[in-house]
């Protein structure tokens, strides 16, 4: 089995900030591109920013200059960190993972349970 859990989601101010963070962990060979999505009431998934193997990063329009994806292949981690947040940044956060499993490296579109972000006031 993999498993992805999210952390660090929680209530802060708009402009300010707050870091969320992903573990993998299971029967992963190895991981390709890691993202992170999210949904906010009443919306679709929408992709937020993503990261590939190699340290390429693509973002949403939305967050450019202001959240910053980073990886550790070594720990299978990934981590946004979110700043200048606005209103409208308040969602569930979802992370997603490419993984190759082991022993038979079987590709699984990996997803953790979601963390939720709220930015109010």
């Known amino acids: 089995q993999v498993q992805l859990v999210e952390s660090g989601g929680g209530l802060v101010q708009p402009g300010g900030s707050l870091r969320v963070s992903c573990a993998a962990s299971?029967?992963?060979?190895?991981?390709?591109?890691m993202a992170w999505y999210r949904q906010a009431p009443g919306k679709e998934r929408e992709l937020v920013a993503a990261i590939s193997s190699v340290g390429n990063t693509n973002y949403a329009d939305s967050v450019k200059g202001r959240f910053t994806i980073s990886r550790d292949n070594a720990k299978r981690t990934t981590d946004l960190q979110m700043n200048s947040l606005k209103a409208e940044d308040t969602a569930v956060y979802y992370c997603n993972a490419e993984v190759y499993r082991s022993p038979d490296y079987f590709y699984l579109d990996a997803w953790g349970q979601g963390t939720l972000v709220t930015v109010s006031s």
């Open positions: 299971g029967r992963i060979l190895t991981i390709n591109r």
